[in-house]
């Protein structure tokens, strides 16, 4: 039998680094301690007490 290897935890680069409530390694927010994604920030940006700057 094969051994399986378990993916590791990574510690730097684009790879680790997850929006908390998608999931995606791509475009996180990280200012304010945010952790997510732009996608996701435009979605609940109001409800968290963001406002749109015109």
Request: proline content about 2%; hydrophobic content about 35%.
């Amino acid at each position: 039998m094969a051994k399986l290897k378990l993916p590791r935890k990574r510690k730097f680069g684009k790879g680790s680094l997850r929006c908390i409530r998608c999931g995606t390694h791509e475009a996180i927010i990280r200012k304010y301690n945010l952790n997510i994604c732009r996608r996701c920030f435009r979605e609940i940006a109001l409800e968290i007490g963001f406002k749109k700057h015109n």
